[in-house]
């Protein structure tokens, strides 16, 4: 059965890094797209960045936030550097169970979801 665990969330400063891990259990992630998202306090989920056969970013995270992955720990990353408050939200990251040639950014696309990370940009 597929599992996702997030972890690496915190508080962090404005301008401060954090690196998300999903660790992704059950089958190899080789089959999989994984997508990262964030809900903020009052707001809709919305797709922060995934990872398939291309990478796509939201433009709201496109040259701060990098994505990638290491086949041996089954793990998914996502590099956070120069956070802004606005970036504060739970991160979750999901799979789509298909290696795409166009990964989406749609939160409908995905099956299975982790139960989230708090990420929190204050001073």
């Known amino acids: 059965q597929v599992q996702l665990v997030e972890s690496g969330g915190g508080l962090v400063e404005p301008g401060g890094s954090l690196r998300l891990s999903c660790l992704f259990s059950?089958?190899?992630?080789?089959?999989?797209?994984i997508g990262w998202f964030r809900q903020a306090p009052g707001k809709e989920r919305e797709g922060v960045s995934c990872i398939s056969r291309n990478i796509n970013y939201a433009d709201s995270v496109k040259g701060r936030f990098t994505i990638s992955k290491d086949h041996a720990k089954n793990t998914v990353f996502l590099q956070m550097n120069s956070l802004k408050p606005e970036d504060t939200a739970v991160y979750y990251c999901?799979?789509?169970?298909?290696?795409?040639?166009?990964?989406?950014?749609?939160?409908?696309?995905?099956?299975?979801w982790g139960q989230g990370t708090q990420v929190t940009v204050s001073s």
């Open positions: 999901a799979e789509l169970p298909s290696y795409i040639k166009n990964c989406p950014l749609e939160i409908d696309e995905y099956e299975i």
């Open positions: 059950g089958n190899p992630l080789d089959y999989y797209t």
